[in-house]
Every structure is written in structure tokens, then in C-alpha cells.
């Protein structure tokens, strides 16, 4: 069992940055991949990011790419999700997500993921 608690969401101006914190509990946390994705007004939730399990390989959605940055770190049982250039149609409820089975690679699937945090919310205005 893997429980998530994200931190960090704001209120933004529009070129700011946050960072996003996941914090996790369970000792296995450190065998999960993990992602971020997240849900708009009015839309669907949708993938963000994703990082292995096994190292720090990455992959993005294309409309983030060259603006967040996943990372992972081990021994604080923490994902991060910083975020620069931040535009108003980034503004949404973003949550954290462990894959559902230890040792698995990443996915950009919801349906892969088995735990979820409760969301923070992100605002950027204009």
C-alpha cells in the first residue's frame, strides 16, 4: 500500500514557477513508478508526467516538455514536479499517482495507477 499527500499548489502569476511535493508513505514507495496528472475545469484528468522506478527516466506530455521537471528522491519518499514558464491553461487540480504494481515501468495510463493523492490545486493567472 502506497498513501500520497501533495503540497505546493498556488496561486501563480502567469511565467512564474511552483514546485509540487508528493509525499509517501509505505516502505515501498522507492520499487513504484510514479506520475502526475491533471484535471482542468470542465475536462478530463490528463497525464503530466511520468518517472521510473528504477531510475531517473522520464517522460512528458508534449504541452510540458521543456517547462516541468519530475524528479524523485528516494530516501525523503518524495516526487516533485517543478514547474516554470506557467501559463493559464496550466491551472488545474493536479494529483500524484504509484503505479499499481512494484517494479513496473511507467505508463502514461490512469488505469495503471492504483494510488492517488488528493490533489493540490494550481492557479495561473494572466
Known amino acids: 500500500q502506497v498513501q500520497l499527500v501533495e503540497s505546493g499548489g498556488g496561486l501563480v502569476q502567469a511565467g512564474g514557477s511552483l514546485r509540487l511535493s508528493c509525499a509517501a508513505s509505505?516502505?515501498?514507495?522507492?520499487?513504484?513508478?510514479m506520475g502526475w496528472f491533471r484535471q482542468a475545469p470542465g475536462k478530463e484528468r490528463e497525464f503530466v508526467a511520468h518517472i521510473q522506478w528504477s531510475g531517473p527516466i522520464v517522460y512528458y506530455t508534449d504541452s510540458v516538455k521543456g517547462r516541468f521537471t519530475i524528479s524523485r528522491d528516494n530516501a525523503k519518499n518524495t516526487v516533485y514536479l517543478q514547474m516554470n514558464s506557467l501559463e493559464p491553461e496550466d491551472t488545474a487540480v493536479y494529483y500524484c499517482a504509484a503505479m499499481r504494481f512494484p517494479r513496473s515501468p511507467a505508463s502514461t495510463r490512469e488505469a495503471s495507477y492504483a494510488y492517488w493523492g488528493q490533489g493540490t490545486q494550481v492557479t495561473v493567472s494572466s
Open positions: 509505505g516502505r515501498t514507495f522507492s520499487s513504484h513508478s
